[in-house]
């Protein structure tokens, strides 16, 4: 069963800069790892993916700001948030892709204040 465990997030003012983590235990065959996130009353929505091979895909809107990396051999993937806005604020969660399935971890908040 692979788990994945997220750290970091918390409060910052708009255009400071945040990071999380995400370790995912339990499979030596996790070929992508990623972040979605959610705000309050909206669909949770694709924020950045990485391939194990370090191949990235980023949604339009944090394109510039945020960084995704992967420590393969760790089974971790970072997500490094500069010039953030409120419109940033939300649950972040991390998951992690073994063919076939999809695990989830349980979510870090992020806010980012006006």
């Known amino acids: 069963q692979v788990q994945p465990v997220e750290s970091g997030g918390g409060l910052v003012q708009a255009g400071g800069s945040l990071s999380v983590s995400c370790r995912a235990s339990?499979?030596?065959?996790?070929?992508?790892m990623g972040w979605y996130r959610q705000a309050p009353g909206k669909q949770r929505e694709l924020v950045a993916t990485?391939?194990?091979?370090?191949?990235?895909n980023y949604a339009d809107s944090v394109k510039g700001r945020f960084t995704i990396s992967i420590d393969s051999a760790k089974n971790t993937v970072y997500l490094q948030m500069n010039s953030l806005k409120p419109e940033d604020t939300g649950v972040y969660y991390c998951?992690?892709?073994?063919?076939?399935?999809?695990?989830w971890g349980r979510g870090t908040q992020v806010t980012v204040s006006s």
């Open positions: 339990g499979s030596s065959f996790i070929n992508k």
């Open positions: 998951y992690a892709r073994i063919p076939g399935t999809d695990y």
């Open positions: 990485i391939t194990s091979g370090g191949s990235t």
